[in-house]
């Protein structure tokens, strides 16, 4: 079974550009969440979709955004870009919305640097 | 705010002994608890996942849960120099998939 997969890569982008990350769930898993990796803060939640709907959001500003297709594929958007947006962006999916007994399962990520 | 607190290490220890690994959280209504390791470089890879109090065997993987204590922790018996990576603890709240991380304790096992 193939895991979950996001792309691209890795990204250079400029400042007050705008990025778009694809993500493509594990096959038959409904739940897409995506996370921020920076080695301040860590792992960070910013928003988890499920049947094409966001679920649940972490705090994080409005440039920040992503949508769900019926296909369960992702994608998240930052606009306006930041230096500080720099961080790996790491997508997981999971068989339910439910949190207990379906644990998420992460892609490779993809790594954005913005100069 | 809630917080899930790991050691960041690094933890040494020998090639073939036990690496004891742990993790506390503020929400007591945690619901599932979950370790990750991360390689350098690599995407974060499940390694146990427990729900209710006691332990839980994997392998030469333990978590141990106690709720009452806000605490979980993981045993890696045997240790490999394989197994050196940094280990993440994420705790579930209850809403959805969302999960809280600890910053992670680096491992190093040496041979």
């Known amino acids: 079974k193939a895991g979950v997969t996001q792309t691209p890569r890795y990204l250079i982008k400029t400042r007050g550009q705008q990025v778009t990350l694809s993500c493509s769930p594990i096959?038959?898993?409904?739940?897409v969440s995506w996370y921020q990796q920076t080695p301040g803060q860590g792992l960070q939640f910013l928003f988890e979709y499920f049947s094409e709907t966001q679920r649940n959001k972490g705090n994080f500003p409005g440039r920040f955004s992503g949508r769900q297709f019926s296909n369960s594929r992702s994608e998240m958007n930052v606009s306006t870009l930041e230096l500080g947006d720099s961080a790996l962006y790491l997508c997981?999916?999971?068989?339910?919305?439910?949190?207990?007994?379906?644990?998420?399962?992460f892609g490779n990520g993809t790594r954005l640097t913005v100069t | 705010q809630k917080e899930v607190e790991q050691n960041s290490g690094p933890l040494s220890v020998p090639e073939g002994a036990i690496a004891s690994l742990n993790c506390t959280y503020s929400?007591?209504?945690?619901?599932?608890f979950f370790w990750y390791r991360q390689y350098s470089g690599k995407s974060p890879e499940l390694i146990m996942s427990i729900y209710s109090n006691g332990d839980k065997e994997d392998g030469r993987f333990t978590a141990q849960l106690n709720k009452a204590s806000q605490y979980v922790s993981l045993l890696i018996r045997d240790s490999q120099p394989s197994d050196s990576a940094t280990y993440l603890c994420?705790?579930?709240?209850?809403?959805?998939?969302?999960?809280?991380f600890g910053g992670g304790t680096r491992l190093m096992v040496k041979p």
């Open positions: 096959s038959g898993h409904r739940s």
């Open positions: 929400d007591r209504g945690s619901q599932s």
């Open positions: 997981a999916s999971s068989f339910t919305l439910r949190g207990d007994n379906s644990p998420l399962h």
């Open positions: 994420a705790v579930n709240e209850g809403a959805g998939n969302m999960l809280t």
